[in-house]
Antibody, heavy 121, light 107 residues
Framework: QVQLVESGGGVVQPGGSLRLSCAAS????????MHWVRQAPGKRPEWVAV????????YYTASVKDRFTISRDNSKNTLYLQMNSLRAEDTAVYYC??????????????WGQGTMVTVSS | DIQMTQSPSTLSASIGDRVTITCRAS??????LAWYQQKPGKAPNLLIY???SLENGVPSRFSGSGSGTEFTLTISSLQPDDFATYYC?????????FGQGTKVEIK
């Protein structure tokens, strides 16, 4: 079945780095734009970044621009999020998410189980 | 950024009640709106897309309406499994944004 499985979360000190991975299965990964969404404890979800299906374009929310990098390897059906210069306010559960349709701009129909990132000294 | 504002933030209701949640966008988003249900420790689950289209497998007691800047999610007859937090989300313009959530509690 269609599935997304995140990994790579953990506890990191402020200023540190982490790389999250999201393994996709059950659908044509290379056909879909893929997103990262995060949710701090007790807060609303926050969209983080998108990468087009072919990797040609990437967009980020302002608070992570120049610190986070989204990438993908379509040969491995895997999405990544490289997070540098981490701050306490980056503490959250990070989800990868797939949109419903091939193309741009649609709802998230599949979410991973999430991976927790804690930034603390 | 487009701000999404939900009301109410908390809603107390009984089994069988009709429940309505409102979501307002700070600028027009056409029908590029989704509703999600989230339970503690779980990822959000898609209920409604394109403002009024029911996702496959979602019970028909859920419905959505609206366009432009005003949207509603209605649960026609609240069931025990529906006690959860509900979020609206716009996907018209980056950065995509979510409402602050509406927690539906047992009265």
């Amino acid at each position: 079945q269609v599935q997304l499985v995140e990994s790579g979360g953990g506890v990191v000190q402020p200023g540190g780095s982490l790389r999250l991975s999201c393994a996709a299965s059950g659908f044509s990964f290379s056909s879909y734009d893929m997103h990262w969404v995060r949710q701090a404890p007790g807060k609303r979800p926050e969209w983080v970044a998108v990468i087009y299906n072919d990797g040609s374009k990437k967009y980020y929310t302002a608070s992570v621009k120049d610190r986070f990098t989204i990438s993908r390897d379509n040969s491995k059906n895997t999405l990544y999020l490289q997070m540098n210069s981490l701050r306490a306010e980056d503490t959250a559960v990070y989800y990868c998410a797939k949109i419903m349709t091939i193309g741009r701009g649609d709802a998230f129909d599949i979410w991973g189980q999430g991976t927790m990132v804690t930034v603390s000294s | 950024d487009i701000q999404m504002t939900q009301s109410p933030s908390t809603l107390s209701a009984s089994i069988g009640d009709r429940v309505t949640i409102t979501c307002r966008a700070s600028q027009t988003i056409s029908s590029s709106l989704a509703w999600y249900q989230q339970k503690p420790g779980k990822a959000p689950n898609l209920l409604i897309y394109k403002a009024s289209s029911l996702e496959n497998g979602v019970p028909s007691r859920f419905s959505g309406s609206g366009s432009g800047t005003e949207f509603t999610l209605t649960i026609s007859s609240l069931q025990p499994d529906d006690f959860a937090t509900y979020y609206c989300q716009q996907y018209n313009t980056y950065p995509w944004t979510f409402g602050q959530g509406t927690k539906v509690e047992i009265k």
